[in-house]
């Protein structure tokens, strides 16, 4: 069974840090994209950082310098750091998987995990 699960969110402050991490189980992530992702309450989902299978990566403008995305084939992981956590950070993460090299596109993604609440609160 195909599975990818989120752990790792919480309350912090401004200018806090936080690390996700994103278990893939039932299938070898080292042929994936991995993405994640967030959604605030009201607003559309958008991803934040994505890396690809050859582990290039690329991010949102709003997270630039402040987070990073990082994968280990070997324990079929992935993780999202993130740093200088704002206000506005707050929001459900999620990670999916894209099959190929490239990150592409929201709407290529699938097998999306249940997702882990990041608060950011002073």
């Known amino acids: 069974q195909v599975q990818l699960v989120e752990s790792g969110g919480g309350l912090v402050q401004p200018g806090g840090s936080l690390r996700l991490s994103c278990a893939a189980s039932?299938?070898?992530?080292?042929?994936?994209?991995i993405g994640w992702f967030r959604q605030a309450p009201g607003k559309e989902r958008e991803r934040v950082a994505c890396i690809s299978s050859s582990g290039s990566t690329n991010y949102a403008d709003s997270v630039k310098g402040r987070f990073t995305i990082s994968r280990d084939n070997a324990m079929n992981r992935s993780w999202l750091q993130m740093n200088s956590l704002k206000l506005e950070d707050t929001a459900v993460y999620y990670c999916?998987?894209?099959?190929?090299?490239?990150?592409?596109?929201?709407?290529?993604?699938?097998?999306w995990g249940q997702g882990t609440q990041v608060t950011v609160s002073s």
């Open positions: 039932g299938f070898g992530l080292q042929y994936w994209n």
């Open positions: 999916a998987r894209q099959f190929g090299t490239t990150c592409s596109a929201t709407t290529a993604f699938g097998s």
